[in-house]
């Protein structure tokens, strides 16, 4: 054999050895101790079933539970209720008043050149009952303002600053104007697309899925595929937490019953302007009525039209009627404290307000978190103790601006003051189904605890040894 094959074959076995003993050891672990720990982790990992996760997701997707509704509550009761079967440690529910958004009612007319009344709403399937609930709101975004207004319309293709300027360079001037503009191509946060329609002046913004980045160009639709159908709307909130995360009254502090708060003229990431999702079969209607020059190419959409940029020949009339007041949001904790590091925390957790349903975003991840803290709980009463603090977390009012989370940190200084020291790791679990099932369907199409979990495990070193008798606050 020659010597470089012989060489060759040589590193190939070495590789190969270490590969075969990578499988029975950890990295910072001694031999004993991997092997302690590999055969806890076959323990947890036997645990969940996806039955039984399936079971826990028809419960949190059973009713539309956005933040601050009476659904949303009790489902804070039934995580700590179930969180205290398990054994889970110390579960208590913390109220805090934030600034709240909820709709009272939205509506859009085209009264030129034709009159349209927009539907607002999303169709029913027999295919999936669900869509046929009562409790399904009509369209609207959380944070927009209340407003009553008549005014001529322009595309503004996906809303970021470079659009306009394109508009102007054709003199188009959307000052006091309602834009419309697409979700995608290129994506950018709605948050965004709101905050520069309102630093140009604009007096509001709709924001529709177009069938070219969410619909049958993409291939086929709900309830034959994963893409959007002719009425799909993306809810979603426009706070500008890119600028400040949270409660935007409470900036820097934790929003506990009795804070202070900012007047919403003060807030930074409260926006100042109306707000509307449409479906593509509510904004079709509008766009082929446009005048004004045709759009560039690659602002042209997945719909049978000539996309224009108008500005002139169809007008409005939007009426949105918001409440957006100071409610109480219920976040959920619950912990396992650690037999030796008690100080040292994971903070693991995910959210459990919906724009409807959740059924993805977060429903999914809540019933794998369920599961996941049921196995904890269960190696608990076997004496299984994980080596620092697990912090559990089920947080309210993410979908309204990183709320629930962001206030808990605010309220544990020690999160954001002293990370490095304590704070080992933060992991969510928002979504733990294949993101190609939109979040429009609910269905529960797989079944998974996610692979983060081993991770999780391995930073907590889950042990039998004997706990510190010592409260951690």
């Given at each position: ?7 060759a074959?040589?590193?190939c076995?070495?590789?190969?050895s270490?590969a ?5 050891s950890?990295?910072?672990?001694s ?30 997707t059973?009713e539309p ?7 949303n ?10 969180w ?6 110390d579960?208590?529910?913390r ?8 709709p ?6 085209m ?14 399937y027999?295919?999936?009952p ?33 659009d ?19 979700y995608?191509?290129p ?14 002046g ?17 291939g ?25 995360p ?6 820097g ?33 509008l ?23 108008g ?13 957006n ?12 404290r650690?037999?030796?590091l ?41 004496g ?6 697990i ?8 979908e309204?601006?990183?709320t629930?989370?962001?206030?808990t ?19 969510s ?11 429009w ?33």
């Amino acid at each position: 054999m020659p010597l470089k094959s012989a060489r060759a074959l040589l590193v190939c076995i070495a590789l190969l050895s270490v590969a075969v003993g990578a499988q029975d050891s950890i990295r910072g672990f001694s031999a004993e101790a991997g092997r302690h720990e590999m055969q806890v982790e076959k323990q947890f990992k036997a645990i969940p079933s996806p039955a039984e996760e399936r079971r826990q997701h028809r419960i949190f997707t059973s009713e539309p539970h956005p933040a601050g509704s009476k659904r949303n509550n009790e489902l804070a009761k039934y995580v700590a209720d179930e969180w205290r079967k398990q054994g889970i440690e110390d579960v208590v529910i913390r109220q805090y008043d934030v600034y709240s958004t909820d709709p009272k009612s939205t509506s859009l007319e085209m009264i030129a050149p034709v009159s349209y009344k927009a539907t607002l709403r999303e169709a029913a399937y027999k295919e999936d009952p669900d869509t046929s609930n009562p409790g399904i709101s009509s369209a609207w975004t959380g944070m927009s303002t209340s407003g009553d207004i008549t005014a001529s319309l322009v595309y503004a293709h996906s809303g970021n600053p470079e659009d306009y300027e394109l508009l102007r360079k054709n003199g188009i001037d959307v000052k006091g104007k309602i834009v419309i503009v697409r979700y995608s191509n290129p994506y950018s946060y709605r948050g965004f697309k709101a905050l520069t329609a309102q630093r140009e002046g604009a007096a509001a913004i709709l924001i529709y899925s177009d069938p070219a980045e969410d619909g049958f160009k993409k291939g086929k639709v709900f309830p034959d595929g994963p893409w959007g159908p002719e009425t799909h709307i993306q809810r979603g909130a426009i706070t500008y937490d890119f600028m400040v995360p949270g409660d935007p009254l409470t900036p820097g502090w934790a929003s506990v019953p009795g804070a202070r708060h900012l007047s919403p003229e003060e807030a930074t990431s409260l926006p100042k302007i109306m707000a509307l999702p449409l479906s593509w079969a509510d904004a079709k209607p509008l766009l082929d009525n446009m005048d004004g020059p045709d759009a560039p190419e690659d602002w042209q959409g997945g719909l049978p039209i000539k996309y224009r940029l108008g500005g002139e020949r169809v007008k409005l009339h939007l009426k949105i009627e918001m409440d957006n007041s100071i409610k109480p949001y219920y976040v959920v904790e619950g912990r396992i404290r650690g037999a030796e590091l008690p100080d040292q925390w994971v903070v693991l957790g995910n959210h459990r307000d919906a724009w409807v349903f959740g059924g993805v975003d977060p429903s999914s991840g809540t019933a794998s978190m369920l599961e996941m803290t049921r196995a904890f709980g269960t190696l608990l009463k076997q004496g299984v103790r994980p080596r620092r603090t697990i912090l559990f977390c089920n947080w309210d009012g993410e979908e309204i601006g990183l709320t629930g989370s962001m206030t808990t940190s605010e309220r544990r200084r020690w999160l954001t003051s002293t990370w490095t020291h304590q704070h080992q790791g933060r992991t969510s679990m928002e979504a733990q189904l294949d993101h190609s099932h939109q979040c429009w369907s609910k269905r529960l199409a797989a079944s998974r605890i996610p692979r983060v979990l081993l991770s999780t495990m391995r930073g907590t070193r889950l042990d039998k040894r004997r706990q510190k008798k010592r409260t951690v606050q």
